[in-house]
């Protein structure tokens, strides 16, 4: 049913969460699975360190998270691609998906509401509305 499955990382709960539906479903369906961090290029710009050096501690992270998805991954007998990129998240994520014609995106969800959604927006709202395939979403257990 699936060929290639993208998970999307920041590191957080969410997003490990969906981490293992995406494994069980790749190894179910024989797909590859990719795992991908962006580097949100917002998220340093108003800062008054050097940018390069904040920019570099992101990508380490963010290359972190990808690579402990493949870890997972490969425990599971799940090929793995791993990327990291800079730029507005769900724009890269959308791109990315649509450069590796995924077949279904697994994703977290924070599970905001209200004021908070409507602050911080959410990624992964623009990411099902944006997609070029279907969105799994999936929301962390509440503590």
């Known amino acids: 049913m699936y060929d290639t499955i993208l998970v999307p990382t920041d590191g957080s709960e969410p997003a490990g969460a969906a981490v293992d539906h995406a494994v069980d479903l790749a190894a179910n369906s024989g797909a590859t699975l990719h795992a991908l961090s962006v580097v949100d290029s917002s998220a340093y710009a108003s800062l008054d360190v050097s940018s390069e050096q904040v920019l570099d501690s992101l990508e380490t992270r963010a290359g972190e ?19 990291v990129s800079v730029g507005s998240p769900h724009e890269q994520i959308t791109d990315y998906a649509e450069a590796v014609d995924a077949d279904l995106i697994v994703m977290g969800t924070h599970g905001r509401t209200g004021l908070d959604r409507f602050l911080l927006g959410s990624v992964t709202e623009r990411v099902v509305r944006a997609a070029p395939c279907p969105v799994l979403t999936v929301r962390a257990a509440e503590s």
């Open 65 to 83: 998270a990808t690579e402990t998805i493949a870890e997972t991954a490969a425990d599971a007998g799940v090929e793995a691609v791993t990327e």
